[in-house]
């Protein structure tokens, strides 16, 4: 990875969505937003598995922002399932509380959008 890994993370970010998306867009009959959402928690959660791998052998982890970046476009199901299967993230409260505003916030927008598309 480049000495930025802002940079490096948000590039395999967008080539793992762009593939993913490609993929389910072309072998599957899943409407857009569903291939999107799909695809995000997807990577989300890899990067929670990766993360984990790299903070047990003591290597360049992924910058908690990216992370949050991720659960808020989109990847908090499958951050979500990160932190219970790989116990990752788990016990930094900091984390957590982040973590739990955005899933409110998301939540708040479902509810929103739903209401206004009855």
Known sequence: MTSNPYKSFSLV?????????IALWHFTNIHPLWIYLIS????????YGYDKFQARNNRQRIPE???HLLALIGGSPGA???QVLFRHK??????LIVFVMIM???AIVIVVWMSWNQ
């Open 13 to 21: 970010t967008a080539i793992l969505l762009a593939s993913t998306g």
């Open 104 to 106: 409110i916030l998301q």
């Open 40 to 47: 995000i928690s997807l990577i989300t959660f890899l990067f």
């Open 90 to 95: 788990t016990k930094k409260y900091r984390f």
């Open 65 to 67: 922002m990216i992370l």
């Open 80 to 82: 979500l399932l990160g």
